[in-house]
């Protein structure tokens, strides 16, 4: 069993910054790939970011890329999403998840197909105002 658990979100201006923070229960989290997928009201859940096990390789969704970075910390159990020059349409419920079952990163469904993940944190809401 995993536990992910989202902080950092809240209300910024419009070309505002925020840094989320996901810390993950366990003693394998480098063994996890790690993503981070958003919800806005009346919209689908969609992708924003994920990070290999070993930080190596990273993917974006094409609206945050130049904008946003995912990065993690195997040694506190973290990953992170720094999201600069936010713009009102990012704002959204924003979740992180987890890929604890081993396939590689090029393995398996693809990094930015919910599918792959097994795990969720409850969400943070982020809120930018135009």
């Known amino acids: 069993q995993v536990q992910l658990v989202e902080s950092g979100g809240g209300l910024v201006q419009a070309g505002g910054s925020l840094r989320l923070s996901c810390a993950a229960s366990?003693?394998?989290?480098?063994?996890?790939?790690m993503g981070w997928f958003r919800q806005a009201p009346g919209k689908e859940r969609e992708f924003v970011a994920a990070?290999?096990?070993?930080?190596?390789?990273?993917a974006y969704t094409d609206s945050v890329k130049g904008r946003f970075t995912v990065s993690r910390d195997n040694a506190k159990n973290t990953v992170y999403l720094q999201m600069n020059s936010l713009k009102p349409e990012d704002t959204a419920v924003y979740y992180c998840?987890?890929?604890?079952?081993?396939?590689?990163?090029?393995?398996?469904?693809?990094?930015?197909?919910?599918?792959?993940?097994?795990?969720w944190g409850q969400g943070t809401q982020v809120t930018v105002s135009s």
């Open positions: 998840a987890s890929d604890s079952s081993g396939i590689p990163w090029y393995g398996g469904r693809r990094a930015d197909d919910e599918g792959r993940y097994d795990y």
């Open positions: 366990g003693r394998t989290f480098n063994n996890y790939i």
């Open positions: 990070i290999s096990r070993g930080g190596g390789n990273t």
